[in-house]
T-cell receptor, first 116, second 120 residues
Framework: GQQVMQIPQYQHVQEGEDFTTYCNSSTTLSNIQWYKQRPGGHPVFLIQLVKSGEVKKQKRLTFQFGEAKKNSSLHITATQTTDVGTYFCAGRLSNAGGTSYGKLTFGQGTILTVHP | DARVTQTPRHKVTEMGQEVTMRCQPI?????VFWYRQTMMQGLELLAYFRNRAPLDDSGMPKDRFSAEMPDATLATLKIQPSEPRDSAVYFCASGFDGSRVFIQENYGYTFGSGTRLTVV
């Protein structure tokens, strides 16, 4: 079945350092979503990427979707203590009709710790 | 802000007992997911529904788990009988899936706060 792998599993940074998490799928994806889960909380949607090679920015966060639509990355510039949490990617296969609302498979997540 | 409501927030039960978790999706959403989260397995998809019809429950242990949507405002996940290995946080998420929304940058699913289940 579809697998979505995410690395690293853990990342500890000093406040102000950059952070990147990578997501790889065993199959071509129709789109990919990113979520953030604060400790003790629930996943919160950040963004969806749909086009090959797409790059999107949200303030200090930069999201990329690979050309082959099998990998993605999230980069945070100059981390802050408020960035602490687990970052998940979630990939979706397209169905035979070319639309894209099949099941969403989550990666294992990257736990980010930021030391002040 | 619209939210997905899950009840109960916490549940402690003895092995062998039946457990029912409930989810009220956001009004107007046509897709509901049930996920289970553990440290070891991460977020596992158990079941999902579109327009109340079950689309995929391949991740769900069929012998003890069942998921239903008796109406558009309620999704349930039932475990009978419960076992200690079922201890986890169970999340419900809802969203709107249509032929064009997948191209939208800001489209995503809204998760509930989860039900933390402990089976002793």
């Amino acid at each position: 079945g579809q697998q979505v792998m995410q690395i690293p599993q853990y990342q500890h940074v000093q406040e102000g350092e950059d952070f990147t998490t990578y997501c790889n799928s065993s199959t071509t994806l129709s789109n990919i979503q990113w979520y953030k889960q604060r400790p003790g909380g629930h996943p919160v949607f950040l963004i969806q990427l749909v086009k090959s090679g797409e790059v999107k920015k949200q303030k200090r966060l930069t999201f990329q979707f690979g050309e082959a639509k099998k990998n993605s990355s999230l980069h945070i510039t100059a981390t802050q203590t408020t960035d602490v949490g687990t970052y998940f990617c979630a990939g979706r296969l397209s169905n035979a009709g070319g639309t894209s609302y099949g099941k969403l498979t989550f990666g294992q997540g990257t736990i980010l710790t930021v030391h002040p | 802000d619209a939210r997905v409501t899950q009840t109960p927030r916490h549940k402690v039960t003895e092995m062998g007992q039946e457990v029912t978790m409930r989810c009220q999706p956001i009004l107007g959403h046509n897709t509901v997911f049930w996920y289970r989260q553990t440290m070891m397995q991460g977020l596992e998809l158990l079941a999902y529904f579109r327009n109340r019809a079950p689309l995929d429950d391949s991740g769900m242990p069929k012998d003890r788990f069942s998921a239903e949507m008796p109406d558009a405002t309620l999704a349930t996940l039932k475990i009978q009988p419960s076992e200690p290995r079922d201890s986890a946080v169970y999340f419900c998420a809802s969203g709107f899936d249509g032929s064009r929304v997948f191209i939208q940058e800001n489209y995503g699913y809204t998760f509930g706060s989860g039900t933390r289940l402990t089976v002793v």
